[in-house]
């Protein structure tokens, strides 16, 4: 059965990110141990590595990988919550502020 990777977004909602591209991620880049064969290196080190320590997957996906790569990949499995009132005067309180021009 094909494995993901489930982040929590600060709204809330969780993607999917299929741990096949995090696994093609770091298979790219050891390719040069194994003869510059990107396919070898995730058959024979990244897959195996990622199936006996899983914690490897997100260690490499959060030091090496950005949003924008794996972004077309990955699937919300969980809606963004609503906000609070708690959250909205929580906002208020510390959020980012500029003053801006309305209207065009």
């Not at 490499?60 to 990988?65: E, F, K, L, Q």
């Not at 208020?92 to 209207?103: F, P």
């Amino acid at each position: 059965m094909p494995k993901a990777l489930r982040i929590t977004m600060p709204d809330g909602s969780q993607w999917d990110v299929p741990l096949e591209i995090i696994a093609r991620s770091r298979a790219a880049h050891y390719a040069d141990e194994f003869g510059g064969d990107a396919q070898r290196s995730l058959a024979e080190d990244t897959l195996p590595l990622f199936e006996e320590y899983p914690d490897e997957a997100i260690d490499w996906a959060s030091n090496n990988m950005n949003w924008s790569e794996v972004a077309a990949h990955a699937v919300q499995s969980v809606p963004p919550r609503p906000l609070t009132d708690r959250d909205k005067q929580t906002g208020w309180m510390t959020g980012d502020r500029e003053i801006v021009e309305l209207g065009g």
